[in-house]
């Protein structure tokens, strides 16, 4: 324990007096040229409505660092952090919450205990678990959400959970989505108001997928080390089963991968299959830059102190996009990106419909023909959990048959959502919301 | 705080107030009606052991003419939550001697894997697997020796079909028995 003690002294903030938040005091109390005159509110009640707002963010790694320590320096007071990751000891070049004695220790944890040491005053409270470990409720009590992530499907569910949560009676359930990314000298900071504005679902053509490699290729005429490595990984792991599961962590499960892959590379004459380079594409790693993250927090924390304050005008309505690359020198471009009608989170919201939950399904599918905005002819309907009728195939059709005389109530409840989809709509398909007119009597 | 709300409200936007019910995915609302628009031929026919999950089922391919005519092919198909931006997950339940399906039940189709497009529905993955009964590749081999049989000599490889149909070995691997009778 000596040397967290050694750290800990060394970092203890000295007398900084309030004259650490002059300059943000400036910029929160004078108007500017772009400040917004009707929303912006110079008396101290605004400064004491940011301190009171609640911040989360999600991910406490290269960019959650950054973002964390950002946040509590713009004057935002009470910030949660939720992170399931340990740390390990190749974070610490880039990830600068972390000292070599954490290692092994929760992300969240470390990050939240360090920044509030540094600056007096905030609140950072430490979710050491999964994003889909917290249900609705927890997400509510935010009123900004930003993103640190590396994963394309923790985005994804962010986003559309969020997008779930809003509800047009209730303007606190609107929580601006501030996401950023970065893969090595590109990132890219977005402003999402959920359904509202184009949601990650609607973007998710901007992030290129990783090249797929015919199995064919893999399997036969391998051309490069890559695929050697993703043979070893998809076609040699699967026949022969070394361990139970692979584990992408595992030094021993790698070095069997990198061993496979290096016989069939000899075998095929091919060159570069080295242990870093398996890890590498097994894990689909992509070197990390602590510049590119510094950039891209700032972004990000800049958008949510501009929604927080009304300074100055923030991302989102219009322009909702700023990529930046720092490949060749240094290009930004900022730009709107559009909502998508047809996108499959925010592009088709249940409609609500009334109905009586004591009318058979056949009774149901009839109305169905006759609703304006629908006028389905052949109609198929399910729930989340239930097939309720196919038109075809066959096999189907004859199973959910025995539905079409029961009744409404019988097979769904009341508020239960539906999807329904019909040859004739082509693309589209429509979602009810039921509600019953009448008390369901199920005799 | 913003005056986000009062810019601008989505008429159409859901009005359940904190209520918490399930909701239909879009890959279950995708594939709902991609069934519904299934067109089959009478030698393929699905089949769902839980009616309710759609996204799990069964193919049985019975070729009418080609090379495996008489056989009966068995398919899983799982379709992944995040359809139809990734594709189904389709593997063969027998043992079968064949080009592009290795021992595995793996099956080398482009559009299962690299040309896979959202566009693409699940007719066009059934048709490339009926395809593939009919017309064996042996440019884009998973199952190496049948390929090179098929290369090398057809007529070969056409016996060797048939005994591997009937539960027989090729080259010391004993296959399944698929034969309808």
């Known amino acids: 324990m000596s040397q967290p003690v050694m750290v800990a002294s060394t970092l203890q903030a000295p007398t900084v007096p309030d004259s650490r938040w002059i300059y943000l005091d400036n910029v929160r109390q004078k108007k500017g040229p772009f400040t917004d005159e009707e929303s912006f509110d110079a008396s101290g009640e605004a400064v004491s409505a940011m301190e009171k707002m609640k911040l989360l963010v999600i991910g406490a790694g290269g960019l959650g660092c950054e973002i964390l320590k950002d946040l509590a320096l713009s004057g935002f007071k009470d910030i949660h952090v939720i992170d399931m990751d340990t740390i390990d000891v190749s974070n610490l070049n880039r990830q600068f919450l972390f000292r070599q004695s954490d290692v092994g220790k929760s992300k969240a944890e470390v990050a939240a205990r360090f920044v509030e040491k540094r600056v007096k005053g905030v609140s950072i409270t430490p979710h050491n678990c999964k994003i889909q470990d917290k249900d609705d409720e927890f997400y509510m009590q935010f009123n900004i959400v930003i993103c640190g992530l590396d994963s394309i499907e923790a985005r994804r569910w962010i986003n559309s959970t969020l997008v779930d949560l809003v509800d047009n009676e209730n303007p606190e359930s609107l929580k601006p989505l501030i996401d950023g990314g970065t893969e090595g000298f590109k990132g890219q900071s977005r402003v999402i108001f959920p359904t509202m504005t184009s949601c990650i679902e609607c973007q998710l053509d901007m992030h290129a997928p990783r090249a797929a490699v015919p199995l064919c290729t893999l399997a036969t005429i391998p051309r490069q080390p890559e695929h050697c490595i993703e043979w070893a990984h998809i076609m040699a792991w699967e026949q022969e089963k070394p361990f139970p599961k692979l584990d992408n962590d595992d030094p021993e499960h790698i070095t069997w991968l990198y061993k496979k892959a290096l016989a069939r590379a000899q075998e095929f004459n091919i060159s570069g299959v080295t242990y870093s380079l398996t890890q590498g594409v097994v894990k689909n790693i992509i070197p990390a830059i602590a510049s590119t993250n510094a950039i891209i927090a700032a972004s990000c924390c800049n958008e949510a102190f501009k929604i927080a304050t009304s300074t100055n005008p923030s991302l989102g309505f219009e322009e909702n996009y700023m990529m930046y690359s720092g490949n060749d020198s240094i290009y930004t471009y900022t730009f709107k990106h559009e909502k998508k009608d047809d996108c499959p989170v925010c592009g088709n919201i249940a409609r609500n419909m009334e109905i009586d939950p004591n009318f058979t399904l056949e009774e149901f599918i009839e109305s169905l023909a006759a609703r304006p905005e629908a006028q389905l002819k052949k109609p198929s309907i399910r729930s989340e959990q239930k097939t309720i009728y196919m038109q075809s195939p066959e096999s189907l059709e004859l199973k959910t048959r025995p539905n079409l005389v029961k009744k409404m109530g019988e097979l769904v409840e009341d508020g239960e959502e539906i999807g329904v989809s019909d040859p004739s709509l082509g693309s589209v398909n429509f979602k009810y919301r039921l509600r019953f007119s009448k008390p369901f009597k199920s005799h | ?181």
Not at chain 2, 5 to 26: H, L
Not at chain 2, 42 to 65: H, R, V, Y
Not at chain 2, 102 to 111: F, Q
């Open chain 2, 1 to 181: 705080m913003l005056k986000i709300w009062s810019m601008q409200q989505d008429a159409n936007a859901d009005a359940a107030a904190g209520t918490k019910k399930k909701k239909v995915t879009a890959a279950q609302l995708r594939i709902q009606k991609d069934l519904s628009e299934l067109a089959l031929p009478s030698t393929m026919k699905t089949d769902f052991p839980d009616p309710d999950d759609t996204l799990n089922f069964t193919l049985t391919i019975e070729p009418d003419e080609g090379m495996y005519k008489g056989g009966r092919f068995h398919f899983t198909f799982a379709i992944p939550q995040s359809f139809p931006h990734e594709a189904p997950k389709v593997k063969c339940t027998q043992k079968i001697y064949h080009p592009n399906i290795d021992l595995d039940g793996n099956v080398c189709l482009n559009i299962l894997r690299e040309d896979w497009k959202p566009v693409l529905n699940l007719q066009a993955v059934i048709i490339g697997l009926q395809f593939l009964f009919l017309e064996p590749n042996a440019s884009d081999p998973l199952n190496k020796e049948a390929a090179e049989d098929l290369r090398s000599n057809r007529e070969g490889f056409k016996r060797n079909v048939r005994s591997a149909m009937g539960g027989g070995s090729v080259k010391h691997q004993t296959f399944e028995r698929v034969l309808k009778t």
